[in-house]
């Protein structure tokens, strides 16, 4: 769980958040100090970075990518490369993801080895990947030193877009994955739905996952929000809020964040 220890907000994002995995019982969360600007050149990798979003929702009013959005794309990144130099598959966890349905998550984690991609929220708060597909990442920004100019969950569909078609060309690379799974059959790709309703697609045809058209699900995992404060992280003022209002009816809202003090407590 991706968290910055000397943020507050963020700790207490967690807090309420981990609270919810309890009831997991195939998954462990960890928590993982992240990059912040400040430390972003502490990072063991360097990423070709951008200098403005190509977001679609900026293709109108140009937006500098700003340090702070780079430090949240760092600190996945790491975990990306993570997968791809030792095989593991972590899932990597936002400060707010938040559990609402446990029984559902584990089944769902049950399937995580078949998957190239696997994310069970409503954006980037619960994924991980195939080993296979975080070394074809890896290449793609590392050693060809494509440029990263989105958000990771765009860029992580483009990724996936072109390791797609790189399985389409390259069909015994599939079936080496499903020969050491031992498996004839498998399901690429689980994601979330356009419908801003917390639905996810599972299966391999990448449209049809997008549009719900197959593995319709609900998806057990969301973020978790607390209206009265400000994000821990700045975007464009009038685009580049995380909390538009479809996104908005998907989150978990709540009604405090902060633990209270005892009365009896002192300062």
């Known amino acids: ?43 063991p990798f360097n990423i070709n970075w951008g200098k403005y979003s190509s977001a679609g929702k900026y293709q109108k009013n140009r937006h500098e ?38 029984k559902k998550l584990m089944q769902l984690v049950d399937l995580i080895d078949q998957t190239d991609l ?8 619960c994924v991980t990947m195939h080993p296979q597909f975080a070394k074809f990442c890896m290449k793609k920004w590392l050693r060809v030193k494509e440029q990263i100019d989105a958000g990771p ?31 004839k059959k498998r399901r690429r790709l689980l994601w979330p739905t356009l419908y801003s309703n917390n639905t996810l697609g599972f299966g391999n045809n990448l449209n049809a996952v997008l549009k719900g058209r197959i593995g319709f699900q609900n998806a057990p995992v969301t973020q978790c929000y607390y209206p009265k404060i400000d994000s821990t992280i700045k975007h464009h003022k009038k685009l580049g809020t995380v909390y538009q209002s479809g996104t908005f009816r998907q989150m978990e809202i709540l009604e405090s964040l902060y633990e209270r003090k005892s009365k009896t407590s002192s300062s």
């Open 118 to 125: 696997w994310c069970a929220g409503i954006a980037m708060e």
């Open 1 to 43: 769980m991706i968290c910055d220890y000397n943020n507050p907000t963020s700790v207490a994002y967690s807090k309420i958040a981990l609270d919810t995995w309890k009831d997991v019982k195939n998954v462990e969360v960890e928590r993982f100090q992240c990059y912040t600007p400040d430390t972003l050149d502490t990072a």
């Open 153 to 183: 969950m765009a860029e992580l569909w483009t990724a996936m877009e072109e390791y797609t078609t790189y399985l389409k060309n390259n069909p015994k690379k599939d079936l080496e994955i499903k020969e050491s799974l031992g498996v």
């Open 65 to 102: 990518i700003t340090p702070t959005e780079r430090a949240c794309l760092t600190s996945m990144f790491h975990w990306w490369k993570h997968i791809a130099d030792t095989d593991e598959r972590v899932i990597i966890l936002e400060h707010d993801a938040y559990v609402r349905n446990p």
